[in-house]
């Protein structure tokens, strides 16, 4: 079935430092989207991207449909704490669209 | 504003015995529904979908089922659990193409 390639699986910073973790595929996707997972609760959704190349922002948070429309970003600026958890991409392919195609998480750890 | 609860939020039960989580959405109508179970530490692994009432498309062969008995409201059911049926479940909705929205969860220990 299809994959998509999240990286990196987990990430140790220092509080402030920015961040930047990045999904890719093989195949073509018409929506991307960013959840946070924190512990022992369900995703929340971050940001949702439509349309080739396009840069969304949300507070600290920026991501973008990559030009190709195999790949996506998020990064977050200025890590605080809370930042903590774990990040999922999730993708919408143009068949089967009823479903979404999950990114495997990259899990953030941040050090104060 | 819409809003989807899950209920248990925590079950410790024994192999063989009987499971039905439930999972309900407030505030809109026909919306697809989903069902996910998510091991320690791992991605979300899709179980079972469902686009009305009635209509459910399963994922993987296991030993779960589902069933959408009214508009807005999910089950998840298994007549007899396995010790690999313990995991963090998660039910979410999504207007048709669009974004999903999540559950707060039910973690089964299943012993």
């Known amino acids: 079935g299809q994959q998509l390639n999240q990286s990196p699986q987990s990430m140790f910073i220092q509080e402030g430092e920015d961040v930047s973790m990045n999904c890719t595929s093989s195949?073509?996707?018409?929506?991307w989207l960013w959840y946070k997972q924190d512990p022992g609760e369900g995703p929340v959704l971050l940001i949702a991207?439509?349309?080739?190349?396009e840069l969304t922002s949300n507070g600290r948070l920026t991501a973008q449909f990559g030009i190709t429309r195999k790949d996506s970003f998020l990064n977050i600026s200025a890590s605080i704490p809370s930042d903590v958890g774990i990040y999922f991409c999730a993708g919408r392919l143009i068949q089967g669209a009823q479903k979404l195609v999950f990114g495997q998480g990259t899990r953030l750890t941040i050090n104060p | 504003s819409q809003t989807i609860h899950q209920w248990p939020a925590t079950l410790v039960q024994p192999v063989g015995s009987p499971l039905s989580l439930e999972c309900t959405v407030e505030?809109?109508?026909?919306?697809?529904l989903y069902w996910y179970r998510q091991a320690a530490g791992r991605g979300l692994q899709l179980l079972f979908y469902?686009?009305?009432?009635?209509?459910i498309s399963s994922e993987v062969p296991q030993n779960l089922s589902a069933s959408r008995p009214q508009d807005r409201q999910f089950i998840l059911s298994s007549k007899k659990l396995l010790l690999s049926d313990s995991g963090f479940y998660l039910c979410?909705?999504?207007?048709?193409?669009?974004?999903?929205?999540f559950g707060p969860g039910t973690r089964l220990t299943v012993l």
């Open positions: 505030g809109t109508s026909n919306p697809n």
């Open positions: 469902s686009v009305g009432i009635g209509q």
């Open positions: 991207l439509y349309k080739a190349g």
């Open positions: 979410a909705w999504s207007r048709i193409l669009n974004e999903q929205f």
């Open positions: 195949s073509i996707f018409n929506t």
